[in-house]
C-alpha cells in the first residue's frame, strides 16, 4: 500500500506564492518519492489571467473522498465575481477571435506538451481529490485531456476546411459547466474546442472537484495564453447558476445531471444563446450467446465498474440472451471478487471511492430500492476502509424492466442483469429508457452489429468493447441525455456560427 503524507512545504515557491494565498502544502505520494508537488491552502478565481481573492470572501473546503480529509479551502464565487469572470472573457474576445487559426492552435499545442509534462502531478491530483485510481488518472484522463488539445489544435487553422462555404465564425464567450466524475477530461472538452474557434471562456468546475481545473489554469498561463481567454470560477450550483444567466454569454455548454441540465435548459431559453447539454444515461450492454464471452465479461467489467461506474455512458443495464444468462453471471460473479477496492493511490488498485458522501447515499438507496423491489443482489465480498467513502462491485439479477434500478441512472458500481431471447427483444428492451447516450454490442456477427447498431437509439454504440473513447469521436446523446456533440470535427459545430451561403450538413 502507498502510504499518503501531507506536509507543509520547507519553502514555497514563489511562483506560488503568486497563484494562491495562505500557507503552501506539499503532497507526498510516498516518503522515498522525489515526487512532490504543492497544493496550495486555499486558492482563489482565476480571472483575467491571474489567481483573485473572491469579491464574495467565501471559501469552502474539497476534501479526499478516500480519507474524508480536506485538501484545500475553494472560493465560491458570488454573482460578482462570475460578472467579472465574464467581463474578462469578453475583454480578452476581439483579439482573441482575429488571431490567426494557426497562432491560436500554437497556445492550444503548448498547454496539451505541458499538460504531458506534469502528467504525474494532474494524474495524484485528480485521484486525491476525486477518489478514482491513480491507475485510471494516469492511463486514462490525463493523457485523454492532452490528446483532446493536440487534436483541437490541429483544427483552429482548418475551420474553412471542416465546414466548405459556410465561413464559420467564432459565437464570444462560452459558459461552460461540467461534473465532478472527469473533472479534468471534461474542462479539456470543454475548452479545447471552445478556443480552437477563437471563443473565449468561463468554466465553472464541480465544487467537489476543483483542483485540477485550477491547475489547468496555471498551465494556462504557463503556455503564456493571453488574460481573459480562459477564466476559472470555482463554486457550487449558484455560482453555475449565475454563470448561465449572465447575459453576455454566447453559449452555454453543459455537462452533469438530467435534472440540472433541464434547469439551464429554462435559464437560456429565449435569449438566442447557444446550447449544449451532455447529461445522464442508462446505457444498454447487449452481450448475445456467440460472444467471445470471457472477453464479454472484460467488457461488462469495464462498462460498468470503471471509475466506479461513476460514468454517464456506463454500461448500466446489462442485456444477456437467455441462453448464456447462468454461465455469463457466474464468470461475472468471479471476476468480480478478483477487483482491488481500495487505496486510489495504489497503482494496483482497480476501484476506488465513491466520489461523495451525497454520492454514496444516493447509491444505497437505490440498492436497497432494488433489493425491496424484488431483484437478487450480489457483492463482491472485499474489505472497505474504514474512513472514506466506498461500496463494494454490486451486481442484480432478476431484474425487471419497471425497476428503479433499471430505470434510473445510479452513477455507482451498481449493474442491473436482464434478458433477451432475440434481436428484436434485445433492441426493444435496450430503448425502453428515457435516455440515449451510449449502447454497447457483443457478438461474433457482424451483420448483427449493423443491425442493431441503427435501432438503437444511443448517441455512442461500442462494438465488442465499450467506455473506448478518441479525441476524434463524436460524443453526446438522444432524448434526456442531451443534446450537441463533444469530440471530432462535429464538436467544432458547437463553438461557431456560420455566415456563409452553405449550412453545414
Ligand atoms: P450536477 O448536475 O449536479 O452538477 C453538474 C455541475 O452543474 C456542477 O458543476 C454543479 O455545481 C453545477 N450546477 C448545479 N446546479 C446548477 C444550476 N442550477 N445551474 C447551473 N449549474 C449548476 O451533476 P453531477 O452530480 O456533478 O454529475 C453527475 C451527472 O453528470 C450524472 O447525471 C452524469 O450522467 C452526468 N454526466 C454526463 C456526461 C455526458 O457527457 N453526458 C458526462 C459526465 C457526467
Given at each position: 500500500m502507498v502510504k499518503h503524507d501531507t506536509k507543509p512545504a520547507e519553502a514555497?515557491?514563489?511562483?506560488?506564492?503568486?497563484?494562491?494565498?495562505?500557507?503552501?502544502?506539499?503532497?507526498?505520494?510516498?516518503?522515498?518519492?522525489?515526487?512532490?508537488?504543492?497544493?496550495?491552502?486555499?486558492?482563489?478565481?482565476?480571472?483575467?489571467?491571474?489567481?483573485?481573492?473572491?469579491?464574495?470572501?467565501?471559501?469552502?473546503?474539497?476534501?479526499?473522498?478516500?480519507?474524508?480529509?480536506?485538501?484545500a479551502e475553494i472560493a465560491q464565487a458570488g454573482d460578482a465575481d462570475v460578472a467579472a469572470a465574464v467581463s474578462a472573457a469578453r475583454s480578452a474576445f476581439p483579439a482573441w477571435s482575429k488571431l490567426p487559426g494557426d497562432e491560436r492552435a500554437r497556445y492550444l499545442y503548448r498547454i496539451a506538451r505541458i499538460l504531458l509534462e506534469r502528467a504525474r502531478e494532474f494524474a495524484c491530483l485528480e485521484t486525491l481529490d476525486n477518489g478514482k485510481p491513480i491507475r485510471e488518472t494516469r492511463d486514462v484522463d490525463v493523457p485523454l485531456a492532452a490528446q483532446h488539445f493536440f487534436y483541437y489544435a490541429g483544427w483552429a487553422d482548418k475551420l474553412d476546411l471542416a465546414f466548405p462555404g459556410a465561413r464559420p465564425r467564432p459565437l464570444g464567450v462560452v459558459g461552460q459547466v461540467i461534473p465532478w466524475n472527469f473533472p479534468l477530461l471534461m474542462a479539456a472538452w470543454k475548452i479545447a474546442p471552445a478556443l480552437a474557434c477563437g471563443n473565449t471562456v468561463v468554466l465553472k468546475p464541480a465544487e467537489t472537484s476543483p483542483l485540477t481545473a485550477l491547475r489547468l489554469a496555471e498551465v494556462c498561463q504557463q503556455a503564456g495564453l493571453p488574460p481573459g481567454v480562459v477564466n476559472i470560477v470555482t463554486g457550487d450550483?449558484?455560482?453555475?447558476?449565475?454563470?448561465?444567466?449572465?447575459?453576455?454569454?454566447?453559449?452555454?455548454?453543459?455537462?452533469?445531471?438530467?435534472?440540472?441540465?433541464?434547469?439551464?435548459?429554462?435559464?437560456?431559453?429565449g435569449r438566442g444563446v447557444e446550447l449544449t447539454l451532455e447529461l445522464g444515461g442508462k446505457a444498454a450492454h447487449l452481450v448475445f450467446e456467440d460472444a467471445a464471452i470471457d472477453q464479454a465479461v472484460e467488457g461488462v467489467v469495464r462498462g460498468i465498474f470503471f471509475n466506479q461506474g461513476h460514468v454517464c455512458c456506463a454500461g448500466s443495464r446489462l442485456l444477456v440472451q437467455e441462453s448464456i444468462h447462468d454461465l455469463l453471471v457466474d464468470k461475472l460473479k468471479a471476476r468480480m471478487q478478483r477487483i482491488r477496492v481500495g487505496d486510489p493511490m495504489d497503482k494496483n488498485t482497480d476501484m476506488g471511492a465513491i466520489h461523495s458522501k451525497a454520492q454514496l447515499q444516493r447509491i444505497r438507496e437505490l440498492v436497497a430500492a432494488g433489493e425491496a423491489e424484488g431483484a437478487c443482489l450480489h457483492q463482491a465480498t472485499c474489505a472497505l476502509p474504514g474512513k472514506g467513502f466506498w461500496f463494494p462491485p454490486s451486481v442484480f439479477t432478476g431484474v425487471a424492466s419497471s425497476h428503479r434500478i433499471?430505470?434510473?441512472?445510479?452513477?455507482?458500481?451498481?449493474?442491473?442483469?436482464?434478458?433477451?431471447?432475440?434481436?428484436?427483444?434485445?433492441?426493444?428492451?435496450?430503448?425502453?429508457?428515457?435516455?440515449?447516450?451510449?449502447?454497447?454490442?457483443?457478438?461474433?456477427?457482424?451483420?448483427?452489429?449493423?443491425?442493431?447498431?441503427?435501432?438503437?437509439?444511443?448517441?455512442?454504440?461500442?462494438?465488442?468493447?465499450?467506455?473506448?473513447?478518441?479525441?476524434?469521436?463524436?460524443?453526446?446523446?438522444?432524448?434526456?441525455?442531451?443534446?450537441?456533440?463533444?469530440?471530432g470535427r462535429q464538436g467544432l459545430r458547437a463553438y461557431l456560427r456560420f455566415d456563409g451561403a452553405l449550412q453545414p450538413g
Open positions: 514555497p515557491p514563489d511562483e506560488r506564492r503568486e497563484l494562491t494565498f495562505g500557507k503552501v502544502w506539499n503532497y507526498a505520494p510516498a516518503p522515498e518519492s522525489t515526487d512532490h508537488f504543492a497544493i496550495a491552502e486555499r486558492y482563489g478565481l482565476f480571472v483575467g489571467g491571474e489567481f483573485k481573492k473572491p469579491k464574495s470572501g467565501e471559501y469552502f473546503a474539497t476534501i479526499n473522498p478516500a480519507t474524508e480529509q480536506p485538501l450550483g449558484r455560482t453555475g447558476q449565475a454563470l448561465v444567466r449572465h447575459q453576455d454569454l454566447a453559449k452555454v455548454a453543459f455537462t452533469g445531471s438530467t435534472e440540472v441540465g433541464k434547469e439551464i435548459q429554462r435559464a437560456v431559453a433499471a430505470r434510473e441512472e445510479v452513477f455507482g458500481p451498481v449493474l442491473a442483469v436482464q434478458t433477451f431471447r432475440t434481436p428484436e427483444e434485445a433492441v426493444e428492451k435496450a430503448n425502453n429508457t428515457s435516455y440515449g447516450l451510449s449502447a454497447g454490442i457483443w457478438t461474433d456477427k457482424g451483420a448483427r452489429i449493423l443491425w442493431l447498431a441503427e435501432r438503437m437509439k444511443a448517441g455512442v454504440v461500442w462494438n465488442n468493447t465499450f467506455n473506448r473513447f478518441d479525441a476524434a469521436a463524436p460524443f453526446g446523446g438522444y432524448k434526456e441525455s442531451g443534446f450537441g456533440r463533444e469530440g
